[in-house]
């Protein structure tokens, strides 16, 4: 008899034992996308907390205020980020402390002739560098952002060893610029450098206030063109948004990053390589809603 309860109580931890791994593995499905699995430089073993599924190849949630890490997926990984690159764009134009009112020129030189990407912005329109940089950051226009990086004192190639430079001094070890715009995959970087790169960024209140208004009218001479916020939230009673970007090529896929109030605690939100044109959105509902519903875990920050 003894025998038999002791093979009873067996089975039964034996039973809760698996519904535990089954619930803590239950965490998020990797990518498919080649441009998940290209420019690794290491992988973290994806570290996560219960009941919160994420499609986002790399992802990472950092509490702002105490830079504890609340969620990681793939968090080192060394992948294109598009046109989150304007992000450092951006302060690296503030940082020069420019004549804002200056006007700058649309030009042939800002055309985008690698993905031909479309333009609302024609040749030989004139607009001040801050609407310039108001368009870089809100609609994400790249014509905008090459023209800023091109009236740059040494031009182009001065601005983007600029942008590089200023990676550095930041500490971002594997982040690297190409362009202005984001439009080379050869820009890339990580989400754990990318949180670093929000933060600093949420440092210029020019850029929170530029990335996170929802639309703007701007004058062109014969008529006023409007652009919307390329980031949907935005838009959303539910969000606290205090800075955002989002970003697609193909090698990056669907990204986006923000500075957020969620459950009472400002956080940093990086979601990369994304797949379809909901899914960052999507993770980023399911990290709130998951913070919301219950108490983040936490983990120790590394790097």
Not at 110 to 119: I, K, M, N, Y
Not at 205 to 218: M, Q, V
Not at 229 to 240: A, C, G, V, Y
Request: net charge positive; glycine share 8%; hydrophobic share 40%.
């Amino acid at each position: 008899m003894t025998r038999r309860y002791g093979m009873a109580i067996l089975g039964v931890l034996l039973c809760g034992g698996m519904l535990t791994v089954q619930v803590t593995a239950g965490f998020a499905k990797s990518s498919r996308s080649p441009a998940a699995h290209r420019h690794y430089s290491s992988l973290d073993a994806a570290r996560a907390p219960q009941r919160l599924v994420l499609h986002s190849a790399s992802a990472l949630v950092e509490d702002q205020r105490t830079g504890e890490c609340l969620v990681q997926k793939q968090a080192e990984a060394v992948l294109p980020i598009a046109s989150i690159t304007k992000l450092m764009t951006a302060m690296v134009v503030l940082d020069a402390r420019p004549d804002l009112q200056e006007s700058i020129t649309i030009t042939a030189q800002d055309v985008d002739t690698l993905r031909h990407s479309r333009s609302r912005l024609p040749v030989g329109m004139r607009l001040t560098r801050e609407e310039a940089l108001l368009l870089a950051l809100m609609a994400s226009e790249n014509r905008a952002a090459y023209a800023l990086g091109r009236t740059y004192p040494g031009g182009l190639g001065a601005f983007v060893a600029a942008m590089n430079t200023k990676a550095q001094s930041l500490g971002l070890t594997k982040t690297s610029f190409k362009d202005t715009a984001g439009l080379s995959s050869g820009n890339v970087s990580s989400a754990r450098d990318l949180a670093r790169m929000v933060n600093a960024a949420y440092q210029y209140p020019l850029i929170r206030e530029f990335s996170t208004r929802e639309k703007a009218a701007i004058h062109t001479g014969r008529r006023n063109l409007a652009f919307r916020n390329t980031n949907r939230l935005i838009r959303s009673p539910r969000w606290q948004i205090g800075l955002s970007k989002t970003g697609f090529i193909d090698e990056a896929g669907r990204c986006l990053v923000m500075q957020a109030q969620v459950a009472r605690r400002p956080v940093l939100i990086v979601l990369l390589d994304a797949q379809g044109k909901l899914t960052r959105f999507g993770d980023a509902n399911r990290i709130k809603q998951w913070m919301e519903g219950s108490p983040p875990a936490r983990q120790k920050r590394r790097g």
